[in-house]
């Protein structure tokens, strides 16, 4: 995590274990307008806001159908009752 102008900024590792999501995710994530990235300096490395990844886990799609726990096993029922699935919410154009 890193702090900036009074903003914590995550990386993109840091921000996809926050959200439970593989980075090629993340990345559609950002394509598709879901979260926005930054670009620390020069370098490639970008970095995300953390309240807007706070945000994005308090997400819940309207209408759509969520995964009922008996579908899911352990862990992942858990995390995905708090992250939608991409599917039901990112619109494809």
């Known amino acids: 995590m890193m702090l900036m102008n009074g903003e914590e900024y995550l990386t993109a590792d840091e921000t996809c274990s926050l959200l ?3 980075a ?3 990345y559609t994530y950002v394509s598709r307008g879901v979260l926005k990235s930054y670009r620390q300096g ?3 490395q970008r970095l995300y ?3 807007q990844v706070e945000d994005l886990l308090e997400f819940k799609p309207s209408g ?3 995964a009922t726990p008996e579908a899911n096993s352990g862990a992942s029922a ?3 009752s708090e992250v939608p699935l ?3 919410w990112i619109p494809y154009t």
Request: charged share 35%.
């Open 49 to 51: 806001k953390r309240s």
């Open 64 to 66: 759509g159908t969520e």
């Open 20 to 22: 439970g999501v593989k």
């Open 86 to 88: 991409a599917e039901s």
């Open 24 to 26: 090629a995710t993340l």
């Open 78 to 80: 858990s995390l995905q």
């Open 42 to 44: 020069m370098k490639r």
